[in-house]
């Protein structure tokens, strides 16, 4: 009998579906608990590494600046500013006017962000060390046309209240702006995924045995048990779990020959990668160890390495999430959190945007 096996998938696809739900929208850690955490779990990251894996995300912070058309003379706060990338940007595009000020609770960035300020000449780039929990102190001595919060929401305590005190920061007709992942680990393959569905199963059985995409299909005990389309979906949702999928397309920090992402994926799949080589998987360890973030990181890079082998029988143009009702409806309730959050701050639903993969923008204004 295979349902055992079926089961068991199922089971744990759901429990991470279950998990993701949770990711950044409940009682999450601060910065501080969470840098504590990692040096116990995971190994430490060094600085050349953070730097070279922040740069991948270059293409997305340019689409972000053009969407928030940045202008000379603004004053703009950059919380949780990591190696400073984003900073460094936002002070170029302001060429010499206005300020970015960049936080950080770490010295080390702080440090780094310096540095770079200093090496670019760029007077108007101010890296600030800021305590690691609530608002500090710093933060009220200004008013701020921009706040700025990129990939860093998830990592807040007390979020509501926290961005009721920002608040009295911002300028008039200020934004706060959120940069993030989409939220809920929802990446299953649905059959209305696939416009081509014919072409898709001829292509897979032409696949070897030992093919991660067709293993299934070369089981006619289990194709014959459950049919071929559920054997199909089977598979390509068990390789959406599979922590160790990018072992099999990656050497090092890069992929190997003929996996072929648009421009706009790559750098997405590059900064997914890097982090996954951070986390020293296979070498030190296991996938228990993983996080949640970590394992959202890898079902992402699964997704993608998916879509580039099967493009040409996905539906176009964004084959990242599902097309399916359940799929939809899954994602809006999991988009609801971060609204009311803010809404409960005193703050409006600007805007909500995609950046593709899978990221999403949010822009918030005051509701006075």
């Given at each position: ?10 089971t ?68 949780g ?12 595009r ?32 101010k ?50 702006v ?23 199963v ?44 990018f072992t ?10 003929g ?11 590059l ?13 030190k360890?296991?996938?228990?160890d ?36 359940e ?16 809404t ?25």
């Amino acid at each position: 009998m295979k349902t055992g096996r079926i089961t068991r998938a199922c089971t744990e696809a759901a429990f991470c579906l279950f998990l993701g739900t949770g990711d950044g929208y409940g009682q999450s850690l601060d910065r501080g608990e969470i840098l504590a955490q990692t040096a116990v779990n995971a190994p430490f990251w060094p600085l050349e590494m953070l730097v070279r894996t922040q740069r991948t995300k270059i293409p997305y912070i340019d689409k972000l600046l053009d969407i928030l058309e940045i202008r000379p003379g603004m004053t703009i706060l950059d919380i949780g500013a990591g190696t400073g990338q984003q900073a460094v940007m936002l002070a170029e595009r302001m060429k010499g006017t206005g300020v970015v000020f960049a936080t950080e609770i770490q010295p080390n960035l702080v440090d780094y962000i310096t540095a770079q300020a200093r090496q670019r000449k760029l007077a108007n780039l101010k890296a600030i060390l800021v305590k690691a929990g609530g608002i500090d102190p710093f933060y009220g001595e200004h008013r701020y046309d921009l706040i700025l919060f990129y990939s860093v929401v998830n990592q807040l305590r007390d979020r509501i209240n926290y961005y009721r005190q920002l608040k009295s920061f911002l300028a008039p007709h200020g934004r706060v702006v959120v940069v993030d992942g989409q939220p809920g680990n929802q990446f299953s393959f649905f059959r209305e995924d696939f416009e081509d569905w014919d072409g898709l199963v001829k292509e897979l059985k032409r696949e070897p045995p030992d093919s991660p995409f067709s293993q299934t299909l070369h089981d006619p005990e289990l194709v014959a048990e459950i049919g071929i389309e559920r054997a199909v979906l089977f598979q390509l949702n068990s390789l959406i779990q599979d922590g160790l999928l990018f072992t099999r397309f990656s050497v090092g920090l890069d992929f190997v020959k003929g996996v072929s992402f648009t421009p706009e994926e790559t750098p997405m799949a590059l900064w997914l990668l890097h982090h996954m080589r951070m986390a020293q998987l296979p070498e030190k360890r296991l996938l228990l160890d993983l996080s949640m973030r970590e394992f959202s990181h890898a079902q992402k890079l699964n997704k993608l390495l998916i879509v580039q082998r099967l493009r040409p029988y996905l539906r176009q143009p964004t084959p990242y999430h599902s097309s399916a009702p359940e799929s939809r409806w899954f994602l809006n309730q999991a988009l609801l959190p971060r609204e009311h959050e803010f809404t409960a701050a005193g703050y409006r639903l600007e805007n909500l945007l995609d950046l593709p993969p899978f990221q999403k923008i949010w822009i918030f204004s005051t509701t006075h």
